[in-house]
């Protein structure tokens, strides 16, 4: 079996951490691993399996020495150093939304168009979505399969470590800070985390709509290979730790029931159909997302509202298939097939 001279950039960030953790467990074959991040953590000692291995300054890193390298430091970081690695024949699989835009860039969700990969070969970059899209459509492909999707209605409530390790200092320090009867700071989010929802993830758009929310609209359209979806999505901050959740409506192309539904989820590689509101057994991202690997879905109804209409709940943690996992699946299957 080959072996990969593996790097990871943002080696120390909350979802650097988890992709370290998530190809230990899955026995991801590496030969050298390079953990990468700012001179601040520098030199700092870090275990992977029984290797210590220590933190590198990405400034002074030489990308020839991977053959892989995974990017989750930012969008600046990416545009600076992704290009530079790809140029070292070291392939790119990039968690930020830098790339993902570009037309000869992939945009891969695993289960959803794996044979995307392919497409590494035009700059050496591939992309992984937005944390929400890839929850979304590894629920929704199925339904697209069988019966063809019209409109998605899509409402997320977003955890705070989508927003980086800070974001989760925050919900945290400003929770204590209130339970104490103290003035709250604020350094990461504009208004209070702790207790509250915030409708406001990434930059506002002419249009009035966030950049987290056209991205549920760009991605589903490039990751389908289907413009023709209409997408209407809201995008929420909620005072959750780790695990995204989103209510979904969805207007289909022709009829599909709940029950039919249900059993196409329950096949659907990467899902976990909890579905049995008499014995209260529905998803939420504490109690069954959180650290798991598969996608939630939950709450499988006919939408009341409309012909063809189908609704549903699903929950899925968002730093693991919605970022670190998706982007180990992507580089083992480059390994398998490409290296
Ligand atoms: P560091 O820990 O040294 O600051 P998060 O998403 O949790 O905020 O993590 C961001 C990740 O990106 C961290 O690993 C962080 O490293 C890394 N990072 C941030 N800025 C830079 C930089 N200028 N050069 C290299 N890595 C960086």
């Known amino acids: 079996m080959i072996k990969a001279n593996v ?3 943002g080696a120390t960030g909350a979802v650097g951490v988890v992709i370290r953790e998530i190809l230990e467990d899955r026995n991801f074959p590496i030969d050298n691993l390079y953990l990468l991040a700012s001179e601040r953590s520098a030199g700092e000692r870090v275990m992977f399996g029984d290797r210590s291995v220590v933190v590198e300054n990405l400034a002074d ?4 020495k991977a053959d892989i390298a995974l990017f989750s430091a930012g969008g600046d970081i990416s545009a600076e150093y992704a ?3 790809a140029a070292a024949n070291c392939i790119v699989v990039d968690n930020t939304s830098h790339f993902r835009y570009d ?6 969700v695993t289960e959803v168009n794996p044979e995307r990969i392919a497409d590494y070969t035009n700059r050496g970059i591939i992309a992984n979505p937005n944390c929400s899209t890839m929850q979304l459509l590894v629920a929704l492909k199925p339904i697209q399969d069988a019966v063809g999707i019209e409109h998605i209605n ?11 390790q800070k974001a989760i200092e925050e919900l945290a320090r400003q929770t204590a800070e209130l339970l104490n009867a103290k003035e709250i700071t604020k350094k990461v989010y504009d208004k209070q985390i702790a207790f509250n929802v915030l409708p406001n993830i990434d930059a506002i758009q002419d249009n009035g709509y966030t950049k987290e929310e056209m991205k549920l609209v760009w ?8 413009a023709s979806i209409s997408v ?4 929420v901050r909620v005072p959750v730790f780790y695990g995204h959740s989103e209510a979904v409506h969805l207007k289909t192309r022709s009829p599909l029931s709940a029950q039919q539904a249900k059993e196409l989820l329950e096949k659907a590689p990467g899902v976990t159909v909890i579905d049995d509101m008499s014995q209260l057994a529905y998803a939420t991202p504490v109690t069954h997302a959180s650290g798991q690997d598969d996608v939630f879905v939950s709450r499988i109804r006919n939408d009341v509202g409309i012909e063809n209409g189908l609704a549903m709940w699903v929950v899925s943690d968002n730093v693991r298939k919605g970022a670190a996992l998706n982007t180990v699946q992507i580089a083992e299957i480059l390994v398998k097939d490409y290296l």
């Not at 899509?154 to 980086?164: D, E, F, L």
């Open 7 to 9: 790097a990871i950039v």
């Open 61 to 64: 890193f030489d990308f020839a």
């Open 83 to 85: 290009p530079k690695a």
């Open 103 to 108: 037309e000869d860039i992939p945009l891969v």
């Open 154 to 164: 899509v409402c997320t409530y977003q955890a705070v470590s989508g927003s980086g």
């Open 219 to 226: 991605e589903t359209h490039k990751i389908l290979e289907d």
């Open 232 to 235: 209407s999505p809201t995008a």
